[in-house]
């Protein structure tokens, strides 16, 4: 049975950092194509990060070079590492899982697993 579980949510102040973790169950998580994504209540689902093997990454344009996807293959999870954090990057972020190895866009059909989510909230 596929499972993913976020981990490492938390309220930061501005300029702060967070590092957030995916736990995944039932499948290799390298295998996959696999990506962050953010949601603001009222608004739509947002990619933030993805990452396919050996380590392509993608990033969207509002956290390139704060935003660091990685996968630990021991631990068979996904993580995101976000310094500098803003305020406009408070949302709830989900883990999600590619139907395979590859990337293909953000669109949500890309994706058929996804994990209950983790808040993020950056405030002073």
């Known amino acids: 049975q596929v499972q993913l579980r976020e981990s490492g949510g938390a309220s930061v102040q501005p300029g702060g950092s967070l590092r957030l973790s995916c736990a995944a169950a039932?499948?290799?998580?390298?295998?996959?194509?696999m990506a962050w994504f953010r949601q603001v209540p009222g608004k739509e689902r947002e990619g933030v990060a993805r990452?396919?093997?050996?380590?392509?990454?993608t990033y969207a344009d509002d956290v390139k070079g704060r935003f660091t996807i990685s996968v630990d293959s021991a631990e068979n999870s996904l993580d995101l590492q976000m310094n500098n954090l803003k305020p406009e990057d408070t949302a709830m972020y989900y883990c999600?899982?590619?139907?395979?190895?590859?990337?293909?866009?953000?669109?949500?059909?890309?994706?058929?697993?996804w994990g209950q989510g983790t808040q993020v909230t950056v405030s002073s």
């Open positions: 999600a899982r590619g139907k395979g190895a590859q990337c293909y866009g953000w669109a949500s059909g890309v994706y058929e697993y």
């Open positions: 039932g499948f290799t998580i390298s295998n996959y194509c």
């Open positions: 990452i396919h093997f050996p380590s392509f990454t």
